[in-house]
């Protein structure tokens, strides 16, 4: 983990980890403070988490955003040291979903029209879709009602994750203001994709 001072107006992303799939909201908060403390040197008895109405966690009093993801074996914690907000997603690829089902559900008609005129994947999309409500503090119950992420698709960064022979999407929305993002080196196996196509 970086020790050094960092540029108050970048977005950092920090690595996906193991977790205990039956812990894991609380293993999100020990998390979120390890690194609040490791890396923003926020000391422990200044860490007070709350949560929105659904559940995403803050903490206003540090002027510091962050949100958490889970999916599979893995966890990501996403921050921002601008006081504003900050929504990320981890998704494991899995046969086990009815892709169509959850489109026709949770995507509008145009998202899923863009979906299949460039080949997007339902995961990285999907990643990106839930990124986007998480950083509006709604759930997933109000993904269609959150309205269309196709104008804003130039302000997601989306990685492509490999653990254990399994594949994630992991997408970050930290909002208009296109801060940099940086992913520590220390979780090898994770690539930056490039920008989807513009919609038109």
Partial sequence: MHNKKHNPKQVYFLEPLLVNSNKRKHLSYEYITKYLTSFFHVSEQNILITEHKNGKPHSPQLHLAYN????????????????????????????????????????????????????????????????????????????????????????????????????YYLSVYPGERREQIIVPHCFRHTVQLQKLPKFQ
């Fill in 68 to 167: 958490a993801s889970h999916s599979g074996n893995l966890i990501s914690v996403a921050f921002s040291s601008i006081y504003t907000d900050i929504g990320c997603d981890l998704q494991k690829c899995s046969a086990k979903y009815s892709q169509d089902e959850i489109a026709s559900l949770s995507f509008m008609q145009d998202e899923r029209r863009y979906m299949h005129e460039h080949d997007i994947n339902f995961f990285l999309f999907w990643s990106m879709k839930e990124s986007y409500i998480k950083y509006h503090g709604l759930s997933v119950f109000d993904m269609q009602n959150a309205g269309s992420i196709l104008p804003r698709i130039h302000d997601f960064s989306s990685y492509s994750v490999f653990y254990q022979n399994e594949h």
